[in-house]
């Protein structure tokens, strides 16, 4: 089993900047792929990136690409989304996921962009 705790999340302004955390615990040493996917209000969840256990690969939703970047400290077991230029439509709950032989979810982070 794994449990992830998100962090981060808040108001921030149209063009502006903001992390995010997610920390791993339990069976980490099993995770292979993590990830970030978001859900606006009244749309279904959708994928944001996504980082192998070695950081060597990541994928990214053709909205953000160039935006966001997705990183992680194996070594702290946790995984960043760092989030730049953010746009009123990048509001929405931000979760972590982590895949292992089955996917495991935290219990999101608000992000709300916003003047």
């Known amino acids: 089993q794994v449990q992830l705790v998100e962090s981060g999340g808040g108001l921030v302004q149209p063009g502006g900047s903001l992390t995010l955390s997610c920390a791993a615990s339990?069976?980490?040493?099993?995770?292979?792929?993590m990830g970030w996917y978001r859900q606006a209000a009244g749309k279904e969840r959708e994928l944001v990136a996504t980082?192998?256990?070695?950081?060597?690969?990541?994928n990214y939703a053709d909205s953000v690409k160039g935006l966001f970047t997705i990183s992680r400290d194996n070594a702290k077991n946790t995984v960043y989304l760092q989030m730049n230029s953010l746009k009123p439509e990048d509001t929405g709950v931000y979760y972590c996921?982590?895949?292992?032989?089955?996917?495991?979810w935290g219990k999101g982070t608000l992000v709300t962009v916003s003047s």
């Open positions: 339990g069976s980490t040493f099993s995770i292979n792929r």
């Open positions: 980082i192998t256990r070695s950081g060597g690969s990541t």
């Open positions: 996921n982590a895949v292992l032989l089955q996917t495991y």
